[in-house]
């Protein structure tokens, strides 16, 4: 065994003193400084030269004294202490936190002479710890409270924490869903189309398979307690072991979108009958801007203008000439009330065709506000029929009144329920004297010289 010889020990011992981190203080059996090394002056601020010789300048209030004076009586009947921890003020005022070991300082010929203090400056770490519980509370009430749920997964997609939101979205208790993989059955997982969701697709077995983030992902999840689907949109991220490239555990958000996906689904649903009734309406459509340019027809709207779908597009009902000028300025002031949010109609119009015939239509326009713009949804019914028939129907009345008016007898056209005179021809005139307008609206009676015989008569109907 080799021996280190005094001088070597001397001087192993100085460049301990000088270069340790922590501070070295001897006390002599007063509590009085006789050793002070640099780590103490550095940690504490006060100079060696200001304090040797000096009470001990770290017993700073009475308390502090009757606890000192107890430990040091302890210390010099033989007893050590390692790695307390207690709370200091520096020269300066400011808080330092220590780990503080003591011992019985002995000579040569192992007598007392004093106390050795070795002080450690945790303050930094002390403070790092502080802020990482904080951090901790933090993101565990944050874990608690949010309203996305939250769920950890290991390297096999196990199940292993879960935060009350996960619970509440997924309908299951974490012990419930402990255990549970992407692959389980009890899921029930579907698509957007209903149809099944693998494991092997699962946002969480892609980021352990792929040791990439997945975002985004929907799924529709079965929830127990409310017999029905909640839809998720999932956010899975891969946690990586030590050598950065393996996923250890997928760290999973997700957030309810289930009422935002019925109501988007109902959108699409309203979206997709209203295409259908705009494509197959047997009444010509169009939408148009509040300048009278066209964004779209159907293909009624094309049967009735003989104008293709395509050539609609972009174009105004002036560049197409599809009315007259005085139809054109009567149509510009109905679309001025449009604007105004009124729905008007039904206005006739006769448009011009693309082949150079006309058809008369019986129009209605629709203010749509779609976000902060106004559009107009139009309706145009082709009205040919209807306005030969009204034709026809006057033709055959002027036709029955020149006829009626050639009889020299008298004909009256009377309500079956008053008995009053609805029309008559002109030969009442002749026969009884009185004009076509004195007659109109009047009773039969006054025409009857026998008004027994004809009350009689209007009895029996």
């Keep these: 065994m080799t021996e280190v010889c005094p001088t070597t020990s001397l001087h192993l011992h100085e460049a301990l003193y000088q270069a340790s981190p922590m501070a070295i203080i001897t006390l002599d059996f007063e509590g009085r400084v006789t050793l002070w090394n640099p780590a103490a002056e550095r ?6 030269e200001d304090v040797l010789g000096c009470p001990y300048p770290l017993v700073q209030c009475a308390a502090q004294q009757a606890e000192f004076q107890q430990n040091m009586a302890r210390n010099l009947a033989g007893e050590t202490f390692q790695g307390v921890p207690i709370e200091r003020c520096r020269r300066d005022g400011t808080k330092v936190y220590l780990n503080a070991s003591s011992a019985p300082l002995k000579d040569g010929d192992n007598w007392n002479i004093g106390i050795l203090i070795i002080l450690e400056d945790v303050t930094a770490r002390r403070t790092t710890e502080q802020r990482l519980r904080e951090s901790e509370n933090r993101y565990r009430h944050l874990f608690e409270t ?3 749920g939250v769920v950890y997964q290991d390297a096999d997609g196990l199940i292993t924490a879960a935060n009350p939101a996960a619970e509440k979205i997924l309908g299951l208790s974490l012990a419930q869903m402990q255990g549970r993989t992407p692959f389980d059955p009890r899921w029930r997982s579907i698509r957007e189309d209903g149809s099944d969701f693998p494991g092997d697709q699962h946002p969480v077995t892609i ?13 529709g999840i079965f929830n127990p307690p409310k017999n029905a689907y909640r839809w998720i949109k999932i956010h899975a991220v891969p946690l990586f072991g030590k050598d950065g490239r393996t996923p250890v ?10 009422a935002r996906y019925l109501a988007e689904q109902e959108v699409r649903a309203s979206e997709e009958r209203f295409h259908n009734f705009f494509e197959h309406a047997p009444d010509g459509m169009y939408l148009m801007d509040l300048k009278g340019i066209f964004r779209g027809s159907n293909a009624a709207a094309a049967k009735i203008s003989g104008y293709q779908r395509a050539e609609f597009l972009g174009r105004s009902y002036l560049d197409l000439a599809l009315f007259s000028p005085s139809d054109q300025d009567r149509a510009a002031t109905i679309l001025a009330r449009s604007a105004l949010g009124e729905t008007t109609g039904p206005d006739e119009f006769l448009l011009h065709r693309r082949d150079g015939g006309t058809v008369p239509i019986e129009a209605r326009n629709i203010p749509l506000r779609l976000g902060e713009q106004v559009e107009v949804l139009g309706i145009a019914r082709d009205i040919s029929q209807r306005k030969e028939a009204e034709r026809q129907v006057r033709e055959k009345g002027e036709l029955l009144e ?13 309500n079956p329920e008053d008995r009053t005179i609805v029309s008559a021809n002109r030969s009442v005139g002749r026969v009884f004297g009185y004009l ?17 015989a004809y009350e009689e008569w209007a009895r029996k109907g």
Excluded: C, P
């Design 43 to 48: 940690i504490f601020g006060w100079r060696k």
């Design 146 to 148: 949010m309203a996305q």
């Design 207 to 219: 980021a352990l398979r792929e040791g990439r983030e997945v975002r985004d992902g929907l799924m």
């Design 249 to 258: 555990r997928v760290f999973t958000t997700f957030e309810d979108i289930t």
């Design 402 to 414: 020149a006829t009626l008016s050639s009889l020299d007898e008298a004909i009256f056209v009377i």
């Design 436 to 452: 076509v307008e004195e007659v109109v609206g009047r009773g039969t009676a006054f025409l009857h010289a026998d008004r027994g």
